[in-house]
Every structure is written in structure tokens, then in C-alpha cells.
């Protein structure tokens, strides 16, 4: 399958604290792209990076690529408590379309 | 603009009868999507259009499951006949070109089959 698959299962933090959750993938792909997802909602679009970006930032969001190793890492900073979510990956596998990995459940305790 | 807007947030019905889901993507996204999400099985990609023209309906589990977009401001998925099986929330997504920008998910349908 070329959806991508996120490591940890679950996350655990202090407010204050980072949290990072690691995406591998199987097949080259174009862009990959982080989601969040909070309980009952849809899934909400942080960052999508391209396959010849090494790095992108967004706010306390930092997301890292490496095609060498297909695997991608996501970073909170100074997580807070609305940051309690699901965090999924999604990879193109080369066809532009994405399909979604299992999800990192990242609880922020206050 | 309101976003993408799914109908109806939940729905409960019984075994073997006839479900419609309904998507009005925003406006000015060529691409529309549908997904199903499980405990089990994760978000997996059901069916997608271009341009109101079914690209892809690989993902659809089977005969009973349909999906329709008659024009680019709404779509239809539809289940017939409905089995407990397909409980799951269902989700809409519209993008402009995937490969340039994200999706924007609806908020889902809560679909219970009993």
C-alpha cells in the first residue's frame, strides 16, 4: 500500500512541551501532506511539502522530509491543550491523490 | 465561503434500507472526494470526481455503494441496500488541484446502520 504510516500510535505530553509523530511511506511521491483531526470533525489541513522541499514551517508547526529515508516527521512546539488531536499523514504515492495513514493520537494534558 | 458542507450530520437507519448522503464542495474546486472512515480500516478513499466526472470508483466496496455529481455544487453517495456493515462516518473533500493545495474535509456524516 503507499499510504503512509505514523509512528507513535499515541502521544502522551504536558502542556509546554513538543510533540513530534514520524510518517513512513513505501512508494515515491510528489507531496505529502499533515492533517489534524479533532474528535467528531473533519480533517483539518496543516501543511502539504513537495517532494524537492526538505523543510516547511507554519506557525509552531514544523514538518521535515526526507525521500531518501520516505519518511516525514511533524513538530508542535510548545504544545497546548487545544493541540489534543489525531494527526494523520497523507502521501500521493506519485498520482496526486493522497491516501491517509492510520493517525497519531496526540493528548496535551494542562 | 461556508466551506464544504455535508448533510445530514448523523443517520440512523435500519438494515436494508435505501441511505443518500449529500456534499456541496466549495466553489471553484475542480475535485471532489469521498472517504470512509473506521476504527478498522482508517480513512480509505471511496470515489473521486474532476470536473462532476467520476476519475476513480476503485474504492468503492461494492455494488450496493453509488455516488453521483450532477453538477459542481453538489454530489450525492448513496447506499442500497444499507447493511450494518457500512456504519462508519463518511466524509466529503473538495480541492482546487490536489497536488498544489490540501483538502478541505465537511464536517462528516455519522452513519449508523441497525
Known amino acids: 500500500s503507499q499510504q503512509g504510516e505514523e509512528d507513535p500510535q499515541a502521544l502522551s505530553i504536558q502542556e509546554g512541551e513538543n510533540a513530534t509523530m514520524n510518517c513512513s511511506y513505501k512508494t515515491s511521491i510528489n507531496n505529502l501532506q499533515w492533517y489534524r483531526q479533532n474528535s467528531g470533525r473533519g480533517l483539518v489541513h496543516l501543511i502539504l511539502i513537495r517532494s524537492n522541499e526538505r523543510e516547511k514551517h507554519s506557525g509552531r508547526l514544523r514538518v521535515t522530509l526526507d525521500t531518501s529515508k520516505k519518511s516525514s516527521s511533524l513538530l508542535i512546539t510548545a504544545s497546548r491543550a487545544a493541540d489534543t488531536a489525531s494527526y494523520f499523514c497523507?502521501?500521493?504515492?506519485?498520482?496526486?491523490?493522497?491516501?491517509f495513514g492510520r493517525g497519531t493520537s496526540l493528548i496535551v494534558h494542562p | 465561503d461556508a466551506g464544504v458542507i455535508q448533510s445530514p450530520r448523523h443517520e440512523v437507519t435500519e438494515m436494508g434500507q435505501e441511505v443518500t448522503l449529500r456534499c456541496k464542495p466549495i466553489?471553484?474546486?475542480?475535485?471532489l472526494f469521498w472517504y470512509r472512515q473506521t476504527m478498522m480500516r482508517g480513512l480509505e478513499l471511496l470515489i473521486y470526481?474532476?470536473?462532476?466526472?467520476?476519475?476513480?470508483d476503485s474504492g468503492m466496496p461494492e455494488d450496493r455503494f453509488s455516488a453521483k455529481m450532477p453538477n459542481a455544487s453538489f454530489s450525492t453517495l448513496k447506499i442500497q441496500p444499507s447493511e450494518p456493515r457500512d456504519s462508519a462516518v463518511y466524509f466529503c473533500?473538495?480541492?482546487?488541484?490536489?497536488?498544489?493545495?490540501?483538502?478541505?474535509f465537511g464536517s462528516g456524516t455519522r452513519l449508523t446502520v441497525v
Open positions: 473533500a473538495s480541492s482546487p488541484f490536489p497536488g498544489m493545495d490540501g483538502y478541505t
Open positions: 497523507a502521501t500521493d504515492g506519485g498520482s496526486y491523490i493522497p491516501t
Open positions: 466553489s471553484g474546486h475542480d475535485y
Open positions: 470526481f474532476n470536473n462532476n466526472v467520476p476519475i476513480d
